[in-house]
T-cell receptor
């Protein structure tokens, strides 16, 4: 099983602050996905990165895929209370048709 | 378009009973996969179906089973429920099972 480790596990910040969440593995992935999950709901796909070194921006969110395709990061600029949620990274499973998820970073943004 | 629909949303069962959960994928999606989410283990892959065939299975005991119908709807069944089966069960659909997963809101199963 290809393990994905996310850090930090918990993050509590005030509105307007910047933050970075990390997703690391010793395995190479052909792609990595980031999801956000709100309480009582399923994860919602934010982005998929497929090329080593790739950077994708989604409004105030910036996603990076490591050159070696083993790690990724999510940077949020000027966090807002609406960003609160569980952020999950997921890599394609080595046996196909499955995702390996990290345990997530729980983010709380207070006004 | 309609999203992924999971029923029921909440379920309370007693140890030893069995349960069946249902998932209706997005129209046109032929791949349906199931995940178990717990606070301790996070999201863990159960199995994936495409055109009524199971293509991949996670590391769960045989008490966990599933199937897919010709209209791509899927069910999963857990027999002889244990307290540790309490979890949020999530279904995800995609066109081909490689990418573009859309998750349902899940079924919260509590075993007492």
């Amino acid at each position: 099983t290809q393990l994905l480790e996310q850090s930090p596990q918990f993050l509590s910040i005030q509105e307007g602050e910047n933050l970075t969440v990390y997703c690391n593995s010793s395995s190479v992935f052909s792609s990595l996905q980031w999801y956000r999950q709100e309480p009582g709901e399923g994860p919602v796909l934010l982005v998929t990165v497929v090329t080593g070194g790739e950077v994708k921006k989604l409004k105030r969110l910036t996603f990076q895929f490591g050159d070696a395709r083993k790690d990724s990061s999510l940077h949020i600029t000027a966090a807002q209370p609406g960003d609160t949620g569980l952020y999950l990274c997921a890599g394609d499973g080595n046996s196909g048709y499955a995702l390996n998820f990290g345990k997530g970073t729980s983010l709380l943004v207070t006004p | 378009k309609a999203g992924v629909t999971q029923t029921p949303r909440y379920l309370i069962k007693t140890r030893g009973q069995q349960v069946t959960l249902s998932c209706s994928p997005i129209s046109g999606h032929r791949s349906v996969s199931w995940y178990q989410q717990t606070p301790g283990q996070g999201l863990q892959f159960l199995f994936e179906y495409f055109s009524e065939t199971q293509r991949n299975k996670g590391n769960f005991p045989g008490r966990f089973s599933g199937r897919q119908f010709s209209n791509s709807r899927s069910e999963m069944n857990v027999s002889t429920l244990e307290l540790g089966d309490s979890a949020l069960y999530l279904c995800a659909s995609s066109l081909d099972g490689f990418s573009g997963y859309t998750f349902g809101s899940g079924t919260r199963l509590t075993v007492v």
